[in-house]
């Protein structure tokens, strides 16, 4: 009886035993965790090719009108004659009576200042007359100049000055009583009715010079090398806000900086700005557009890509960041987004991977994967692969990230 319990314990044993090792085969064998790389992250980058393009450089300047004039009244009177067709923007030439006044006041003074003129001639005449007199009756002892007359000759002659003088200022004023035009003009505003009494000194017409028009160009000093290299041979257009197009040339450089914003500046001329069916009108903002000539090694890259700073994020063999300075050369805004034309201060030459939106938290040495956006070539024509809208806004997220 004691037997069969302990073989019985032995067998309980023994099962549990065994099922221990079954167990333990059945076990799976743990999978060594193997920790994974942060995925690189991606930006979005143009291939560049530097190659030679014609530069132009597009600035931003303002009109202004030249010889601004304001025609005065030289007397008071009423307004006998106005010309009905001047309006503002009628276009007059040089000489053309624009407005008269009455000449009635004017010729009473001309006709007194002359009858002041005749009475001085005889005034002097009688006073020759006596010293010819007075010369045959003195002794020569009697030497004195007011006896031999002189002073009051002088005096004579002297009224006689003043009056002719008077004259001429009356004659002076009875012809500017016919306002005309002093050279060619285009009236800017009128500021008389017909009929209306005038004070002397009162604004009759605003004018301004109708053959030529200034353009003041204010150039930075980044962009003030290439001007002045471009104005040996200047090529210069002015485009206006309807997109008409005028030849420029340089009237002159202006000989000191703009006191508030320290730029050069470059004042144009424009011919005959008032002909045609769309004018160039002073006061407005226009485009300058600076013929530079052929340049080497420039490269376009989409605006997005040069920071405020002045440099460019591009990628080296190992896809890592890096900042490159570069001078900029042009911008053009037709194309798309617009791009700027650039050349890169080191190796100027050499092909690049531009990153197109650069972003400010950006690291030198920072390694990415380049998604590639297509190819652009400096060489004006050339077209490259834009991505769509979506595609954009993916990589931005990317970026950000």
């Not at 010889?67 to 001047?86: I, T």
């Not at 001007?227 to 008409?244: E, F, I």
């Not at 050369?329 to 650069?358: A, C, M, T």
């Amino acid at each position: 009886m004691k037997f069969k319990k302990i073989a019985a314990l032995a067998a309980g044993c023994a099962a549990i035993f065994l099922a221990l090792v079954v167990v333990d085969e059945l076990a799976p064998e743990p999978v060594p965790v193997n920790a994974s790389e942060p995925p690189l992250p991606v930006v979005s980058v143009v291939q560049v090719t530097p190659q030679a393009h014609q530069g132009r450089l597009q600035l931003l300047a303002t009109t202004s009108a030249r010889w601004p004039m304001q025609l005065k009244v030289s007397s008071s009177g009423q307004l006998a004659w106005l010309d009905p067709n001047l309006e503002p923007g009628t276009l007059v030439k040089q000489g053309a009576p624009l407005a008269r006044l009455n000449p009635q006041a004017l010729k009473a003074n001309l006709a007194e200042a002359l009858s002041g003129v005749k009475q001085a001639e005889l005034n002097l005449q009688q006073a020759q007359h006596e010293q010819t007199v007075a010369l045959k009756m003195l002794s020569p002892n009697q030497r004195s100049d007011f006896a031999k007359r002189k002073p009051q000759v002088a005096a004579a002659k002297a009224e006689l000055s003043r009056a002719q003088q008077s004259y001429a200022s009356a004659e002076k004023i009875l012809a500017e009583a016919t306002i005309s035009a002093p050279f060619d003009a285009v009236i800017m505003a009128r500021h008389i009715s017909p009929g209306e009494w005038l004070e002397a000194g009162q604004v009759t017409f605003e004018i301004a010079a109708s053959d030529s028009l200034n353009v003041a160009l204010p150039v930075s000093e980044m962009h003030w090398q290439q001007v002045q290299n471009a104005l040996t041979k200047p090529k210069l257009t002015v485009v206006s806000r309807d997109g008409t197009a005028w030849p420029a040339k340089v009237r002159y450089l202006s000989p000191q900086a703009d006191p508030h914003t320290r730029q050069r500046q470059v004042v144009l001329a424009v011919n005959d700005p008032y002909s045609g069916a769309l004018p160039l009108l002073p006061n407005q903002p226009v485009q300058v557009q600076v013929t530079l000539g052929e340049q080497a090694n420039i490269a376009s890259v989409p605006a997005s890509a040069l920071t405020r700073d002045g440099y460019v994020w591009t990628l080296d063999t190992d896809n890592r960041l890096q900042q490159e300075w570069v001078s900029v050369h042009g911008q053009d805004q037709s194309k798309g987004n617009g791009q700027v034309h650039l050349r890169f201060i080191q190796h100027p030459e050499q092909p690049r991977q531009v990153v197109r939106y650069p972003l400010v938290s950006m690291l030198a040495g920072k390694q990415v994967a380049p998604l590639a956006d297509g190819l652009l070539f400096a060489k004006e024509g050339s077209k490259s692969a834009a991505p769509s809208d979506r595609a954009s806004l993916i990589m931005a997220k990317q970026e950000s990230k």
